[in-house]
């Protein structure tokens, strides 16, 4: 992590020495001395970044460059807000130069200042920088890894393998089926959840020993050699065939052994197990010694990346075994088992117990880990019990072997993985964090930057990808065409996190129930949880904020005050302030002088307007104004020039089927102005609407557009714009009205990469473009009335996997052709009222997995064909005829059969203002009082069936 600092000052540092601004005479080469320092002390901290724990000298060191870096970043962020009231324009003559000179001098004289005094510190930790070599690093790492691996089988092997069953049983059909070919089959998970274990257990098992007489086991860590671990490999075949081992392997080279493992095993069927395999490169190296004898041969690998395990390609079959948490009764029978020995746990207990039990997350070693915490406290005493739900973090940090474990994925990451990863430790216990909100906080924090030609969203997403590979993120929500919606921390590893963050005082986390919290000398990041009090109450730390966050307030803030709570001056250099979900009324004028803020949401608050003011925010890259009460903004917001994201919108989610269901907002200005955007939702465009047409054509970086309230006539104008937008990955375009009809015919180029696409309103025919947007993932139809079947159209798209349509269609027979829509997962049918008849050809919607129908009242048969879509999970019928629901009532409806394989479907009625929910094995009980349900569950939920959000 104090390699990213230094890295990202490094990056700002040259920022300031190519401005043409004239510092102080020296003070130029006092910058480029600290840069070059920095720059060469940055090896030291790549090492350092996995070794300063075990070293006291390192980490004080580490701790002095670090503290460096954020002065430097201080002095340089002062020196840019000295400057803001005095920016010069391009064209500017001698007189107004010499003004600009004049009114800056202080802030060139403050920076001149700070940087002489940074200087003499970079001087002193240069000369006394610790002598640190990678093969140490390297070998403490080697062991560790094997440490982790040898302690991870053992912990499970203690807690007599609770939960191991089902999987074994799982992996070992596994093992045995694909016939005669060789196939790689992957285990994989976080560190902790047992995948040595599962795989000792199966390698054991008596069956599988006597099906693959010839099997060895190879441990491997993240410095194993390839040479050392074929020397192995070598050995223990020979032992196992009872042949003596060669005397020359010692002066073998790789090549060689490869070749004579190869012959070892070219004529038997084996099993070969390459534990905790860290990179694909290994796995390159050995597979040629690994013949494909077509005799049913298995390798096995565990690893904690779904990069590595995913991987395999080529003429081997591979399959992936995701190893997951416990659920929920095996965590209890685990729990009860390490720390009551047995036994039941005590009534008066038990609560306490299933909140510690909750942090471990399923996670058998954190179990393990706690369990043996426990196993020795006194039973009587609750209140202990309850010190040890409160001080989890601390228990899991005493645990040598569990924070071994953990830490070591930690400490494995890449420099510039490590402060995104430490971010995280600023969102709540159990907070699903969204996706683009994560990648957007990033960038403000400026972790990310543009790379080989990728924006800075792109790279910040591929962070999030190799987080997710490594295991380190859990996926809480997808959308439906398989995109990451939400994800979290697992709950042990969080708490190592959250250790590493208060070492480095990277955050600062102020939660209203921890009364003693350990408030650093100087607060960089902080994150406000439940209550400000926490905050207010302390007077003693200096607040040099870089962003603040908060989280579930339950104060009133009709009088909020950042300067109040921060002080005066420890706002000042602020750049991301989110205040999500926070009760605001009103846009907190104090803002718009916070010059350098990058990021500012203000989601679901109720925030009503935006002030003229905000063109002072000239750094602003992300404006999220997501379910406000704003519809209109100022004509001074395009005067923001680096605005990268503008979202301003709202849905009223209990009208779902309602034409004007989502806002936008209005701008009465020239939008084209504002180049750098990216997402901007949604823009209503029923006023001066033909320039604003014109205006959108110069917006070529947009990714994502939502257009509302668009009027026929200016519909030939959009498309032309829309040919411009190269970029552009999500496109959203609804009507003024829900007769209002869609020009959107007249584009002949449409964006190369769009995805996703979303049309309310009439169309007179189908959009031709439409079928040749090959990378087209969802599309969203609404209001639509054509009289042509669209299936025609869309059935074609290669890689579509949502399909939804409202009020589509007002035929009477949709027709899926074989072979049509082959990756599509999700299907809704809504309002289709003329609908009577729905054929589906074998081999149409191969990997369909769910499908919605409701109010199609005329639709009264099942679905031809249905019975063909062979891995559909899940059939939703809403407000639909009783002839249809009748025909499938098990065991005596005509054509239950269709449907008898779908492991779950659903009948609905909208009744009393909520939704009644049965499962068909209840169809036919209906109650007339939803209290009298025995079998079947009412629901009442503003989430409906089918949500038509962007």
């Not at 890295?7 to 006092?30: H, M």
């Not at 070794?51 to 004080?60: M, N, Q, R």
């Not at 009242?857 to 059939?875: A, R």
């Amino acid at each position: 992590m104090p390699h990213s600092s230094v890295s990202f000052l490094v990056d700002k540092i040259t920022l300031l020495l190519q401005e043409e601004v004239n510092l102080q005479r020296g003070v130029r080469d006092d910058v480029q001395y600290i840069k070059g320092e920095l720059e060469r002390h940055q090896a030291i901290l790549m090492v350092a970044d996995s070794s300063e724990d075990k070293d006291p000298e390192l980490k004080v060191w580490v701790k002095n460059v670090r503290d460096i870096a954020h002065e430097m970043e201080d002095a340089i962020d002062e020196y840019d807000l000295g400057l803001v009231d005095h920016e010069q324009g391009n064209d500017i003559c001698y007189f107004e130069e010499i003004c600009f000179h004049l009114k800056t001098l202080k802030a060139r004289h403050n920076i001149a200042s700070d940087i002489k005094r940074i200087k003499s510190k970079v001087q002193v930790i240069s000369e006394r920088h610790p002598n640190i070599s990678k093969e140490s690093s390297s070998s403490s790492q080697r062991l560790s890894s094997r440490l982790d691996c040898q302690g991870d089988a053992l912990l499970l092997e203690e807690a007599d393998l609770v939960g191991i069953e089902q999987p074994k049983k799982e992996f070992c059909d596994l093992l045995f089926k694909d016939g005669t070919n060789r196939v790689v089959i992957s285990i994989y998970g976080m560190g902790g959840l047992g995948k040595t274990t599962l795989a000792k257990q199966v390698y054991d098992d008596p069956n599988v020993k006597k099906y693959f007489k010839i099997h060895a086991w190879v441990n491997l860590s993240q410095s194993s050699k390839i040479e050392e671990l074929l020397k192995d490999l070598v050995q223990q075949l020979h032992i196992l065939i009872g042949k003596p081992v060669p005397k020359a392997i010692g002066m073998m080279k790789s090549d060689e052994l490869k070749q004579l493992i190869k012959n070892l095993l070219l004529r038997s069927r084996y099993l070969i197990v390459l534990d905790d395999v860290w990179n694909v490169t290994l796995w390159n190296a050995v597979k040629l010694a690994l013949p494909n004898n077509n005799l049913g041969s298995r390798v096995i690998l565990t690893t904690r990346k779904i990069n590595i395990a995913s991987s395999y390609s080529g003429a081997e079959l591979s399959r992936e075994f995701h190893l997951k948490f416990l659920p929920t009764q095996d965590a209890w029978s685990l729990f009860c088992r390490k720390t009551f020995q047995g036994e039941p746990c005590p009534s008066h207990l038990e609560e306490e117990c299933r909140k510690i039990l909750k942090l471990c997350g399923g996670l058998p070693l954190a179990i393990v880990a706690i369990s043996g915490v426990l196993a020795i406290k006194e039973r009587s005493n609750i209140e202990e019990w309850n010190m040890v739900c409160k001080s989890f973090g601390s228990q899991i940090e005493s645990n040598e072997d569990t924070r071994r474990v953990v830490s070591l994925s930690f400490n494995e990451l890449p420099y510039y993985l490590k402060s995104c990863l430490l971010y995280l430790s600023i969102f709540p216990e159990f907070h699903a964090i969204e996706h683009m909100r994560l990648i957007r906080l990033w960038i403000a924090e400026g972790f990310v930057n543009g790379e080989g030609g990728r924006t800075p969203e792109e790279v910040a997403d591929s962070y999030l990808k190799e987080l997710l590979n490594k295991s380190l993120l859990q996926v809480v929500e997808k959308t439906s065409d398989g995109r990451m919606k939400t994800c979290r921390m697992h709950g042990l590893l969080r708490e190592i996190v959250n250790i590493k963050s208060r070492d480095q005082n990277f955050a600062t986390i102020a939660r209203e129930q921890e009364q003693d919290i350990e408030w650093t000398e100087q607060v960089r990041r902080l994150s406000i949880i439940n209550s400000c009090k926490t905050v207010l109450k302390q007077n003693k730390t200096i607040f040099k904020l870089r962003s603040l966050l908060m989280f579930a307030l339950s104060d009133s803030l009709s009088h909020f005050s950042i300067h109040e709570l921060c002080s005066s001056t420890g706002v000042n250099l602020l750049k991301v302030l989110d205040l999500q979900d926070a009760p605001l009324e009103a846009f907190p004028a104090e803002i718009v002088d916070l010059y350098l803020l990058k990021y500012l949401s203000l989601k679901n608050t109720k925030v009503k307007s935006i002030p003229c003011s905000i063109k002072k925010l000239q750094n602003l890259e992300t404006l999220d104004l997501k379910h406000t009460y704003v519809t209109e903004l100022p004509a001074e917001i395009v005067e923001l020039k680096r605005l990268r994201h503008l979202l301003v919108y709202r849905y009223e989610i209990e009208s779902y089927a309602r034409f004007h269901a989502k806002h936008g907002f209005k701008v009465a200005a020239p939008i084209g102005n504002m180049q750098s955007l990216q997402k901007l939702c949604y823009i209503e465009v029923d006023q001066g609407s033909g320039a604003l047409m014109a205006e959108l054509g110069k917006l070529t970086q947009l990714r994502r557009l939502g257009i509302q309230k668009l009027r026929k006539e200016d519909g030939v104008a959009l498309c032309s714009s829309i040919e411009k937008m190269i970029n552009l990955r999500s496109l959203s375009i609804s009507a003024i009205e829900e007769d209002e009809v869609l020009d959107i015919h007249d584009i002949t180029k449409p964006p190369p990469y769009l995805q996703r696409l979303y049309l309310s309103g009439c169309l007179e025919k189908f959009p031709q473009w439409i079928k040749s947007c090959k990378n087209l993932v969802r599309v969203f139809l609404k209001w639509s009335r054509l009289k042509e079947d669209p299936l025609v159209f869309l059935q074609g798209l290669p890689n579509l996997r949502h399909l939804e349509l409202l009020q589509v269609y007002v035929g009477e027979t949709l027709h899926f052709n074989a072979k049509g829509f082959p990756r599509l997962k999700v299907l809704g049918l809504d309002d289709l009222q003329g609908l009577k008849c729905m054929i589906i050809d074998e081999g149409a919607m191969q990997g369909l997995k769910k499908l919605i129908i409701q109010q199609c009242g005329s639709l009264k048969h099942v679905p031809v064909g249905i019975e063909y879509l062979t891995k559909l999970k899940t059939i939703d019928f809403f407000d639909m005829p009783d002839e249809l629901l009748t025909a499938l009532r098990p065991n005596i409806g005509r054509e239950f059969w269709r449907v008898q394989n779908v492991p779950t479907v659903y009948t609905t009625y909208w009744r009393d203002g909520g939704w009644d929910v049965y499962s068909l094995e209840t169809f036919g009980e209906r109650a007339t009082d939803s209290d009298d349900h025995s079998n079947a569950m009412r629901l009442r939920t503003l989430e409906l069936p089918i949500l038509w959000k962007v």
